[in-house]
T-cell receptor
């Protein structure tokens, strides 16, 4: 049962345009969401997060939007740069999992930013 | 520099052998995790540990074992019971807390069964 879904395995965007990566979740207990960026043969690196008490969080070129009623979040990258080309994972967690921050990951979306 | 170190980067295992993947962190994090990544799939949790000398099974613990004798170290043993061990293994750590903390990941170990 995939509790966090990224339905687009890949996305191609031109440099300078907006990249929008989507993520859906099914578990109503999730109250904290994170985006990670991963290059091949490397570990994921944290990008941005959002708590369920907010509907938007912005950090430079990256903005995450959360729609709790739709159980949907999205990552916007504006403007997109070639260095943004990577696999992006959406992850979710719940305070009800206890003190460990168990993250449930989506399957990832490969973003390619073209010149 | 603080961080998580996984070794080796590449590991080859013969059928029927046990192998141990190393994970060390100097971030003073309480919780540590092992994930497995397969092509086209997300990261799946194998085991996690919230404190020293304690650990819990994740979603795909069968065929794996762990220990947490020191706060800094969380080695993963892939046993011969794991039927499909070829994968990319990632170790992570987080501060102890209410769950709202980001995980820091190591660079990963690619295990191949030959």
């Amino acid at each position: 049962d995939q509790q966090v879904k990224q339905n687009s395995p890949s996305l191609s965007v031109q440099e300078g345009r907006i990249s929008i990566l989507n993520c859906d979740y099914t578990n109503s207990m999730f109250d904290y969401f994170l985006w990670y960026k991963k290059y091949p043969a490397e570990g994921p690196t944290f990008l941005i997060s959002i708590s369920s008490i907010k509907d938007k969080n912005e950090d430079g070129r990256f903005t995450v939007f959360l729609n709790k009623s739709a159980k949907h979040l999205s990552l916007h990258i504006v403007p997109s740069q070639p260095g943004d080309s990577a696999v992006y994972f959406c992850a979710a967690t719940s305070k009800y999992t206890g003190t460990a921050s168990k993250l449930t990951f989506g399957t990832g979306t490969r973003l390619q930013v073209t010149l | 520099d603080g961080g998580i170190t996984q070794s080796p980067k590449y590991l080859f295992r013969k059928e029927g052998q046990n192998v141990t993947l190393s994970c060390e962190q100097n971030l003073n994090h309480d919780a540590m995790y092992w994930y497995r990544q397969d092509p086209g799939q997300g990261l799946r949790l194998i085991y996690y540990s919230q404190i020293v000398n304690d650990f819990q099974k994740g979603d795909i613990a069968e065929g794996y074992s762990v220990s947490r004798e020191k706060k800094e170290s969380f080695p993963l043993t892939v046993t011969s019971a794991q039927k499909n061990p070829t994968a990319f293994y990632l170790c992570a750590s987080t501060l102890k807390g209410g769950g709202n903390t980001e995980a820091f990941f190591g660079q990963g170990t690619r295990l191949t069964v030959v």
